[in-house]
């Protein structure tokens, strides 16, 4: 089966429609028909069903695409990279980022981004950490951004920042804990509002609050910290937070205390290490020292407390 035999055969696999696969191909219905029994013939066996509803898939045929859909992704990889290549001014970048980065800090870079580079198409997923090895691998996405260095051997991490975790509690329950010898140590009958699954938060959380002795329960598990914090902010208790998502409260609302008890995480960029990011993927990674060094400068308007 050579490329253009396998581009044909993922396009009918998608569309389940000689029409359709034409179309998304650029060709005619009859070249599609012509390439499909061409491959059959060559291969022996059948590769779909006809029948008035449409084309389906026989068992050889999904044994096929198991095996030619990372080829077929690698190609279409390829072709993104000859087109970004072409010409400096345009291209694509695809990236993927964990929900407190894409919420905190990617509306930064993305902005920046827009004014240098007018004529480059951005995609961005938020993902978490646990969808982000199949999405570099599979080249769904060109980098991804996220805490800690990622565990895979064929995921390459670069280190871009390293910063303070926060506690965070809404100004009015602060206001009205009692007085202690220590910040969290007020908390300590404050209900905590916890992650669930493999969210990096979610071992710090659990360290504080065992420090704290936090009142015992189900309590309220969430599974974003995002969603934690807006639980926060109305008032129903206290989470922990990374140091980007922290110079980003309003301090009217919101008190971030410094949790200098827990070791510092790290922001990092992640790739895969057969698949190096391209050239406009490598110029929107090259923005990101700066930006995050204007972003974590201090807050005029955040007051002590």
């Known amino acids: 089966m050579n490329l253009r035999q396998l581009e044909v055969f993922q396009a009918v696999l998608q ?9 998304l191909l650029c060709i005619t219905p009859s070249a599609v028909s012509k390439a499909v029994a061409h491959t059959e013939l060559q291969l022996g066996y059948r590769l779909f069903n006809r029948s008035p509803a449409g084309l389906t898939p026989t068992p050889e045929a999904q044994v096929l695409a198991t095996e030619s859909t990372g080829i077929y992704r ?3 990889a390829l072709k993104r990279t000859a087109r970004n290549l072409a010409t400096s001014d345009s291209g694509d970048v695809r990236l993927g980022a ?5 919420h905190e800090f990617l509306p930064r870079l993305l902005q920046h981004h827009a004014e240098q580079h007018p004529q480059v ?13 199949q999405a570099l691998l599979t080249r769904s996405v060109d980098f991804c951004l996220g805490f800690y260095k990622h ?9 871009l ?33 916890r992650l669930v699954g493999d969210d990096p938060m979610r071992q710090a959380i659990d360290d504080i609050a065992h420090r704290l002795g936090s009142p015992a329960g189900p309590g309220i598990q969430v599974q974003t910290s995002r969603l934690a914090l807006e639980l926060v902010r109305r008032g129903m208790g206290w989470t922990v937070v990374d140091f980007l998502t922290a110079k980003g409260l309003d301090p009217a609302q919101m008190v971030a205390q410094e949790l200098h008890e827990l070791a510092p995480m790290s922001l990092y960029s ?11 993927a490598t110029r929107m990674l090259g923005m990101l020292p700066a930006l995050l060094h204007e972003a974590l400068q201090p807050n005029p308007k955040a007051t002590r407390r």
């Open 74 to 76: 690698q190609l279409d």
């Open 121 to 133: 198409g951005v995609e961005v997923r938020t993902i978490h950490q646990d969808q982000m090895t």
């Open 15 to 23: 569309t389940g429609n000689m029409s359709a696969a034409a179309r």
């Open 98 to 102: 964990i929900p407190s980065i894409t």
């Open 270 to 280: 992640y790739h895969a290490r057969a698949f190096p990011p391209g050239l406009q």
């Open 151 to 159: 565990p895979h051997p064929q995921i390459a991490s670069d280190l």
């Open 161 to 193: 920042v390293s910063g303070r975790l926060y506690l965070a509690v809404a100004t009015s329950v602060w206001a009205r804990a009692p007085r202690a010898a220590s910040p969290g140590a007020r908390l300590a009958q404050v209900p905590v509002i």
